[in-house]
């Protein structure tokens, strides 16, 4: 079992859950949900009893009572003795349950969704299958040379690294396998550069909005964020705001600095090599590690290739990952640094774990080996998809601004008024599942915005943006939480 929320812990998460709109039970319920399913709240905890709830929040215990009774009958609480039941996810197509469930920026990775949900909170794709089942096939054809040692690699396989170094110096970034830490994904990486050079109440500049997992990452390591704001469209065509990233590196001095200059994670913006350079320099002056996050370099939909931000300087710690290029589920990534730094970065990693397993680094390496064989079909998929979604959000969501991404695999929205939470508490009871826009960002920001991956097959984005219009519709229906929608977001979900 997993302990308890408190009652004062709890309220804190809740913030200003009770806007009016339907009634307070509801209300509580469906802010409760959302925290379950973001993470905030974990699973398989024990909520308040009702008595301490009710009393912390200053509400009615009956009210408390039927908001439990309604998670209970949706699938989010389990049955316990008393008011005491645990937090869980609906199981896969139960009766009676609204169709939630978990996804990247749930909290709660690998829960299936139930029938018939379509994630719009999960960016990325599925296996390349032919291509994965043919590099583990190999994979496990060389696999006995290895048995005989012990199989713990801090570093990775040697095979994985030299393939990984190899596409670096392709690149143009000369790099030997000794410049290489192989990880267990691009999030691992980057706890193990927090672990190595973040430290507690150290600074970190991110850009706002960011990658959501990493500021939860950076957040968990006892860092304080220093966000600097991505320019609006149509200003953000021209990329950053260098100027107000080089005012915040003079100023505040961050240790590190966390950046997805390559189809930025919301908005899929490609940063200019004129402003990658400014970076690098603002960032050696300021004595700030530059981490780059390139774990959507491959998916360049219609740009020139850019320039790797290590090409600028060796200073420059640079995380990769096979998890949107190839396949999520390999959870192969890696660190390119110098190679005193990557020694210190494989000396923190074993704290954490002693190595990835073998089988799927070997296969990894055939992979990046072969790393052109599948993209040029799922390129011009997401090229395709891309297209669907603009044309379809501005045919059915007029009042919406879309900003044409240069890669990746998500639109970032501006809403008509700030309801991105609100859309997010509603979209099961219309077949999909959000990702609230403040996921993205730092204290409440983004209400006005929501990512729209481009993913799914084109016949269920239709359906999508269809269900993404009637839950809109049932919003604008509703005068009273019309003239609530201006006031702070219920969640402020970070």
């Known amino acids: 079992m997993s302990g308890s929320q408190t009652p004062a812990s709890l309220a804190r998460l809740l913030g200003h859950w009770n806007l009016g709109a339907s009634p307070a039970y509801r209300e509580l319920a469906d802010v409760v949900r959302l925290l379950v399913l973001d993470g905030r709240v974990p699973l398989d905890v024990a909520l308040p009893s009702e008595r301490s709830l009710a009393a912390t929040l200053g509400i009615s215990r009956t009210t408390v009572t039927a908001a439990y009774a309604l998670l209970r009958e949706q699938g989010f609480l389990s049955s316990g003795q008393g008011s005491r039941g645990r937090t869980c996810i609906p199981r896969r197509g139960a009766p009676g349950t609204t169709p939630e469930g978990g996804a990247e920026l749930s909290g709660a990775p690998g829960l299936a969704l139930p029938d018939g949900l379509l994630d719009l909170a999960y960016a990325s794709l599925p296996a390349s299958g032919e291509v994965v089942h043919r590099a583990f096939a190999a994979a496990l054809t060389e696999l006995p040379a290895l048995l005989p040692g012990f199989g713990y690699d801090a570093l990775g396989v040697a095979p994985l690294r030299e393939a990984i170094a190899a596409r670096y110096s392709a690149a143009g970034v000369p790099t030997t396998m000794h410049q290489i830490l192989v990880t267990s994904g691009a999030q691992h990486a980057l706890n193990i550069i927090l672990r190595t050079l973040g430290g507690r109440s150290a600074k970190v500049l991110v850009e706002h909005p960011s990658y959501p997992n990493a500021l939860d990452a950076i957040r968990a390591a006892g860092c304080r964020l220093v966000p600097v704001p991505m320019p609006p469209p149509p200003v953000g065509k021209a990329g950053w705001d260098i100027d107000a990233v080089e005012a915040a590196l003079r100023q505040q001095r961050p240790a590190m600095a966390y950046v997805v200059p390559d189809f930025h994670n919301p908005t899929g913006r490609l940063m200019p090599d004129a402003q990658r350079r400014r970076l690098v320099r603002a960032a050696a002056a300021s004595g700030t590690v530059l981490v780059v996050d390139e774990t959507l370099r491959e998916l360049n939909l219609d740009c020139a290739p850019s320039t790797p931000l290590a090409a600028f300087s060796p200073a420059v710690v640079s995380i990769g990952s096979l998890s949107k290029s190839h396949w999520a589920g390999l959870r192969t990534g890696w660190i390119r640094a110098g190679e005193p730094l990557i020694q210190r970065f494989a000396a923190a990693r074993t704290t954490m774990d002693l190595g990835g397993p073998v089988v799927e680094q070997l296969a990894a390496a055939h992979l990046v080996n072969a790393l052109t064989e599948p993209l040029p079909a799922r390129l011009a998929f997401l090229r395709d998809n891309r297209d669907t979604v603009l044309e379809l959000i501005a045919g059915d969501l ?97």
């Open 398 to 494: 007029p009042t919406w601004q879309t900003e044409r991404p240069d890669g990746g695999l998500s639109v970032w929205c501006r809403l008509p008024a700030p309801l991105s939470t609100a859309l997010t508490v509603i979209a099961p009871d219309f077949g999909i599942r959000l990702a609230a826009g403040p996921r993205f960002g730092i204290g409440g920001a983004f209400e006005h915005y929501l990512r729209v991956p481009f993913t799914l097959p084109p016949e269920q984005l239709e359906t999508a943006v269809l269900s993404l219009r009637s839950a809109q519709d049932r919003l604008n229906s509703s005068p009273q939480l019309r003239r609530e929608l201006n006031r702070a977001p219920a969640v402020a979900i970070a």
